[in-house]
């Protein structure tokens, strides 16, 4: 049997559910997710090592229309430099709801002249199942993307099938990465991440885009992970919301993250979290530098 192995971008609109297949397909959690658009701001390696291959996918943020912030600008450059060097583009879309934005992400998938494959997210959510092969057939026709292969990222449904069907694509080559190793990122991220992941879920319509987290502490001792965070908001009036009457609200929210991190570190964990406010830090491009986001 060939030994493949390669470079997948996951590539779509905001809230088609890139994180939620990235993490079926690695079968742990890696990258946040939610409800909201626009959970995702960086761009996660995931590494899936199989039998006769390697699958290195990258998450992306959503390629989306809308603002012209700092921040948007940010998202948007981060998801499409990821095109420039990868060997197949896996472009998400939500089955039964095509939008303008789908269409300007396919127009630069097709731009980057790249091999691409066209997933269709949340089957699950169709009506009626006889709806899928006409739906399919369309997509196929819209796009003029050959192979499209329909899933339930939530599910779990025929993403063995897609895995099987990314692994083929590939080039054949040795693996990038040691067997063990599943990211490149360091442990000190995904504990802002995870904490991000809390603030969004809890505070998602006060909050959508208002809130970043910096750690401040990270310190790994023998079966206790130390860490201090700071939750960088724009306004007091976002940060009376976060803290809540008394600090509960806030002790609430480090009590949920605090849980999180521990399942991800397989670690106990204190956790100290400061609510401090940068106003308009999202609109600030030195700001987002400093933060953590850069190219």
Same mark, same amino acid.
């Given at each position: %049997?060939?030994?493949? &192995?390669?470079?997948?971008?996951?590539?779509?609109?905001?809230?088609? !559910?890139? *994180?939620?297949?990235?993490?079926?397909?690695? #079968?742990?959690?890696? &990258?946040?997710?939610?409800?909201?658009?626009?959970?995702?701001?960086?761009?996660?390696?995931?590494?899936?090592?199989?039998?006769?291959?390697?699958?290195?996918?990258?998450?992306?943020?959503?390629?989306?229309?809308? #603002?012209?912030?700092?921040?948007?600008? $940010?998202?948007?450059?981060?998801?499409?430099?990821?095109?420039?060097?990868?060997?197949?583009?896996?472009?998400?879309?939500?089955?039964?709801?095509?939008?303008?934005?789908?269409? %300007?992400?396919?127009?630069?998938?097709?731009?980057?002249?790249?091999?691409? %494959?066209?997933?269709?997210?949340?089957?699950?959510?169709?009506?009626?199942?006889?709806?899928?092969?006409?739906?399919?057939?369309?997509?196929?026709?819209?796009?003029?993307?050959?192979?499209? /292969?329909?899933? *339930?990222?939530? +599910?779990?449904?025929?993403?063995?099938?897609?895995?099987?069907?990314?692994?083929?694509?590939?080039? @054949? !080559?040795?693996?990038?990465?040691?067997?063990?190793?599943?990211?490149?990122?360091?442990?000190?991220?995904?504990?802002?991440?995870?904490?991000?992941?809390?603030?969004?879920?809890?505070?998602?319509?006060?909050?959508?885009? +208002?809130?970043? /987290?910096?750690?401040?502490?990270?310190? /790994?001792?023998?079966?206790? $992970?130390?860490?201090?965070?700071?939750?960088?908001? @724009?306004?007091?009036?976002?940060?009376?919301?976060?803290? !809540?009457?008394?600090?509960? =609200?806030?002790?609430?929210? &480090?009590?949920?993250?605090?849980?999180?991190?521990?399942?991800?570190?397989?670690?106990?964990? $204190?956790?100290?979290?400061? /609510?401090?406010?940068?106003? +308009?830090? *999202? =609109?600030?491009?030195? +700001?987002?530098?400093?933060? #953590? $986001?850069?190219?």
């Amino acid at each position: %049997m060939k030994h493949r &192995a390669g470079h997948v971008a996951l590539v779509g609109r905001p809230n088609v !559910g890139k *994180s939620t297949l990235l993490n079926r397909l690695l #079968g742990q959690k890696l &990258a946040i997710t939610s409800h909201k658009p626009q959970t995702t701001r960086h761009s996660i390696l995931g590494i899936n090592t199989l039998d006769d291959g390697q699958i290195i996918y990258i998450d992306t943020p959503g390629m989306h229309q809308r #603002g012209d912030k700092a921040m948007n600008r $940010y998202l948007n450059r981060t998801a499409t430099s990821v095109l420039a060097g990868v060997d197949l583009v896996v472009m998400l879309v939500d089955a039964g709801n095509w939008t303008e934005e789908d269409e %300007m992400v396919l127009q630069r998938v097709h731009r980057s002249k790249l091999p691409v %494959m066209l997933v269709v997210n949340k089957i699950d959510t169709l009506k009626q199942r006889e709806d899928l092969l006409p739906l399919l057939a369309s997509l196929t026709q819209k796009t003029g993307i050959e192979t499209v /292969v329909p899933v *339930s990222a939530r +599910s779990g449904d025929n993403c063995d099938h897609l895995e099987k069907t990314i692994l083929q694509a590939l080039p @054949e !080559g040795e693996n990038f990465y040691a067997e063990d190793q599943i990211t490149d990122r360091p442990e000190r991220f995904f504990a802002a991440e995870l904490i991000r992941e809390q603030i969004t879920r809890r505070y998602h319509k006060e909050l959508p885009y +208002s809130a970043t /987290v910096e750690i401040e502490e990270f310190d /790994v001792q023998p079966h206790i $992970y130390r860490i201090g965070a700071i939750i960088w908001v @724009e306004r007091q009036n976002q940060k009376a919301i976060l803290v !809540g009457k008394g600090g509960q =609200a806030l002790k609430e929210t &480090a009590t949920e993250a605090r849980k999180e991190l521990e399942k991800f570190f397989q670690s106990k964990v $204190y956790l100290r979290l400061w /609510v401090k406010v940068k106003k +308009s830090w *999202s =609109a600030d491009q030195a +700001s987002l530098t400093r933060l #953590g $986001y850069s190219d």
